[in-house]
């Protein structure tokens, strides 16, 4: 029995949509994580990019458990001498919604030049509308 490869040529890539709202965030961004990946596919090789685009809707209603609204906090570095600057989850939730999704997802996909290629199948929009319906993404119910 031979082992097939995907290769980046024969690769279908699909559309799907999540809604996030009521979703716990780590659980969520490791399934968006499996899907961009591609482990939900039978054809998934791991040194070859055979995800799906992933639409995520509703990014400012995840939940997180516990206090972690309140403790959490996101670190920025300017570049510059002490130029470090943490900021609280629950201010993030308020300027940009969205941050709060991708940077758990980048988290759960590996280290590399490839990851980065997937992270850009991530479209995440902190309300209910976004502008991917020319793509009639499928709806996946989590």
């Known amino acids: 029995m031979k082992t097939i490869l995907a290769k980046k040529e024969t690769v279908q890539p699909k559309w799907y949509l999540i809604d996030a709202e009521g979703q716990v965030l780590g659980r969520l961004a490791v399934k968006i994580a499996n899907v961009?990946?591609?482990?939900?596919?039978?054809?998934?090789t791991p040194h070859v990019d055979t995800g799906d685009y992933v639409v995520v809707i509703n990014a400012e209603k995840v939940v997180l458990t516990g206090k972690k609204e309140e403790q959490n906090k996101y670190m920025f570095f300017s570049g510059y001498v002490g130029g470090e600057s943490y900021r609280k989850l629950s201010d993030v939730r308020k300027n940009?919604?969205?941050?709060?999704?991708?940077?758990?997802?980048?988290?759960?996909?590996?280290?590399?030049?490839?990851?980065?290629?997937?992270?850009?199948?991530?479209?995440?929009?902190?309300?209910s509308t976004h502008s991917h319906e020319a793509q009639n993404p499928v709806k996946i119910a989590l």
């Open 36 to 44: 961009i990946r591609g482990r939900n596919n039978p054809q998934y």
């Open 96 to 127: 940009r919604p969205e941050f709060i999704i991708e940077h758990a997802v980048k988290g759960m996909l590996p280290k590399n030049r490839l990851a980065r290629q997937m992270l850009k199948k991530l479209r995440v929009f902190g309300g």
